[in-house]
T-cell receptor, first 114, second 112 residues
Framework: GDSVTQTEGQVALSEEDFLTIHCNYS??????LFWYVQYPGEGPQLLFR?????EKGSSRGFEATYDKGTTSFHLRKASVQESDSAVYYC?????????????FGLGTTLQVQP | EAAVTQSPRSKVAVTGGKVTLSCHQT?????MYWYRQDTGHGLRLIHY???????EKGDIPDGYKASRPSQENFSLILELASLSQTAVYFC???????????FGPGTRLLVL
C-alpha cells in the first residue's frame, strides 16, 4: 500500500544552520505531496503542497521539489530560526478512490537552539 | 481562513466510561476526519465522513464510533474508554476533490 517514510525522527540545529528533512514515498500513480507543520499545542497546518513531477512547493523560506524518479519530497531551509522549532510531517494524498484521505509520515521534531 | 473547532480541548475520563469528542467546521467542506496522535505513531486515521449521516472506517477504528449529524459537525465516541485510548485527537476537514486538510486545535484525552 501507499506509504511515507521520514528518515529523521529528531533534528537538532543552531540558528542559521541549513535544514534537510528527508521524505520518501511509495505510491502508484501521481499522488499529491504535502508538508505540514505542527507547533506545540496546535493542530498541523499546511506548509505547502506539490502535485506534479519537478514542481517546487515553498513557504516561509521552506521548500521541497516533487521528484517522481527518486520518489522523494525532501524539505529544505537555508537558514533556520528558533521559531521554526516544530514537528514536520510529510504526507501524500490517497489515490485509491476519491476519499480525500492523506497518508502521513511519522513526523520529524525540529529543535533549533538560539 | 479555514475554521475547525474542537471541544473539549482537554478531558479526563475514567476507564469504562463513555467519551464524546466534538468537532465543528465552518468551511462548508464535505469531508471530515478524526485522527489520533501518539508519540512514535504520528497521525493515524480513525474514522472519516464525506457526507452527513454517513461515516467510514479509517485505519484504526476499533474501540471508536463516529457520528456526522450535519455537514458542519462530526463526533467521535468512545463507548467504553480504555487506558490505551489516552492520546491527542485531531479533527480535520477538506473539500471534495481538494486533498488539503485543515485541522482543529486538538483534544487531549487522558483515560485513568
Amino acid at each position: 500500500g501507499d506509504s511515507v517514510t521520514q528518515t529523521e525522527g529528531q533534528v537538532a540545529l543552531s540558528e542559521e544552520d541549513f535544514l534537510t528533512i528527508h521524505c520518501n514515498y511509495s505510491a502508484s500513480g501521481y499522488p499529491t505531496l504535502f508538508w505540514y507543520v505542527q507547533y506545540p499545542g496546535e493542530g498541523p497546518q499546511l506548509l505547502f503542497r506539490a502535485s506534479r513531477d519537478k514542481e517546487k512547493g515553498s513557504s516561509r523560506g521552506f521548500e521541497a521539489t516533487y521528484d517522481k524518479g527518486t520518489t522523494s519530497f525532501h524539505l529544505r531551509k537555508a537558514s533556520v530560526q528558533e521559531s521554526d522549532s516544530a514537528v514536520y510531517y510529510c504526507a501524500l494524498s490517497g489515490i485509491t478512490g476519491n476519499t480525500g484521505k492523506l497518508i502521513f509520515g511519522l513526523g520529524t521534531t525540529l529543535q533549533v537552539q538560539p | 481562513e479555514a475554521a475547525v473547532t474542537q471541544s473539549p480541548r482537554s478531558k479526563v475520563a475514567v476507564t469504562g466510561g463513555k467519551v464524546t469528542l466534538s468537532c465543528h467546521q465552518t468551511n462548508n467542506h464535505d469531508y471530515m476526519y478524526w485522527y489520533r496522535q501518539d508519540t512514535g505513531h504520528g497521525l493515524r486515521l480513525i474514522h472519516y465522513s464525506y457526507v452527513a449521516d454517513s461515516t467510514e472506517k479509517g485505519d484504526i477504528p476499533d474501540g471508536y464510533k463516529a457520528s456526522r449529524p450535519s455537514q458542519e459537525n462530526f463526533s467521535l465516541i468512545l463507548e467504553l474508554a480504555s487506558l490505551s485510548q489516552t492520546a491527542v485527537y485531531f479533527c480535520a476537514s477538506s473539500d471534495w476533490g481538494e486533498y488539503t486538510q485543515y485541522f482543529g486545535p486538538g483534544t487531549r484525552l487522558l483515560v485513568l
